[in-house]
Structure formats: structure tokens, C-alpha cells
């Protein structure tokens, strides 16, 4: 065991450690451990990141006031109406619906 590490013990969902074995088995991973760890890693970084979001809406609606459910869908609407597809596949599934209706 590395230095500065320390061993614990959890109880795990099979097909989850199913999905660590095939890791190491398929190279992606050093060892068991070492793809718990960076799922964990991972899960910590994502979790300081929705706090950090969380703060900044937080300080938003003490400024401004509450976020509405109506400019919620208003952004979602603007948000579809902005996106570009960046993968053919999209359209072209479009494109064939179209010509076949």
C-alpha cells in the first residue's frame, strides 16, 4: 500500500465490481483499488463542483431574486433554439424522417 493511503472497507454492488475487474482486465486500470479510487476522485471533484454552482445560483438569487420555473423554460427553449450539432449523425436522422413523412 502507497504511503499516505489507507485501507477501508465497503460493501459494493456485484455488477460495480464487476465493471472494476473488466477495467483491470482490460488495461484501463492499474488495479482494483486504483479504479475505485479514481471513481471516487471523480465523484469528489464533481460533487465540490455542483457546491460551487449551488453557491454562485445562491449569490445570483440573493441579488436578483429567485430563479422562476417560467425563465428556467424560457432558457431551455433558448437553449434548443442556440444548439449546433456537432455530429452528423442528428441531422442526417432528421433529414431521412422528414423525407420519409
Known amino acids: 500500500m502507497t504511503p499516505g493511503k489507507r485501507r477501508v472497507t465497503v460493501t459494493v454492488d456485484p ?3 464487476d465493471a472494476g ?3 483491470v482486465a482490460g488495461g484501463s486500470a492499474d488495479s482494483f483499488s486504483a479504479w475505485v479510487n479514481a471513481a471516487m476522485t471523480e465523484r469528489a471533484r464533481r460533487d ?3 457546491a460551487h454552482l449551488q ?3 445562491d449569490d445570483y ?3 436578483f431574486g ?3 420555473v417560467e425563465e428556467m423554460a ?3 427553449r433558448a437553449d434548443r433554439t442556440d444548439a449546433r450539432v456537432v455530429r452528423g449523425r442528428h441531422a442526417a436522422k ?3 424522417a422528414a423525407k420519409s413523412a
Open 66 to 68: 429567485e430563479i422562476t
Open 48 to 50: 465540490e463542483q455542483l
Open 21 to 23: 475487474n473488466r477495467a
Open 15 to 17: 455488477e460495480l465490481v
Open 94 to 96: 432528421r433529414g431521412r
Open 61 to 63: 438569487e440573493t441579488e
Open 55 to 57: 453557491s454562485a445560483i
Open 74 to 76: 424560457a432558457q431551455r
